[in-house]
């Protein structure tokens, strides 16, 4: 039989069967070894009352607190809000993990 993925999308060996999980975008029932997961660190504060706040702090250099997020999308919301993308059938073949790049040295 033809197989398109060599683990068939799922990341689970030898576990059976693997609880289901929500997908945060569109609530679709998801096995949690299927879901794409990301992490996303943010600001608890927007940007433009950021300085606001630092300006009116008795603390100097007071660092504030980041609000740290694991979102797990569906396989259908991932591909839609570019998190994963479609490959070719040679260039799935490839494992190794996708390019990182910096976002603080883009200035």
Same mark, same amino acid.
Request: charged residues 30%.
């Given at each position: 039989?033809?197989?398109?993925?060599?683990?068939?999308?799922?990341?689970?060996?030898? @576990?059976?069967? !693997? $609880?289901? #999980?929500?997908?945060?975008?569109?609530? +679709?029932?998801?096995?949690?070894?299927? =879901?794409?997961? @990301?992490?996303? !660190? $943010?600001? #608890?504060?927007?940007?433009?009352?950021? +300085?606001?706040?630092?300006?009116?702090? =008795?603390?100097?250099?007071?660092?504030?607190?980041?609000?740290?997020?694991?979102?797990?999308?569906?396989?259908?919301?991932?591909?839609?809000?570019?998190?994963?993308?479609?490959?070719?059938?040679?260039?799935?073949?490839?494992?190794?993990?996708?390019?990182?790049?910096?976002?603080?040295?883009?200035?």
């Amino acid at each position: 039989m033809v197989v398109k993925r060599r683990n068939h999308g799922r990341a689970h060996r030898g @576990r059976g069967k !693997v $609880r289901p #999980i929500r997908c945060d975008n569109c609530a +679709r029932s998801v096995p949690k070894d299927k =879901a794409v997961k @990301r992490f996303h !660190v $943010r600001n #608890i504060v927007d940007a433009a009352a950021i +300085r606001d706040i630092s300006d009116m702090s =008795a603390i100097e250099g007071y660092q504030l607190p980041k609000l740290y997020l694991k979102v797990q999308y569906c396989i259908s919301c991932a591909c839609h809000s570019h998190l994963v993308r479609v490959r070719s059938a040679v260039n799935r073949r490839d494992r190794r993990p996708p390019q990182r790049f910096n976002r603080a040295s883009r200035n």
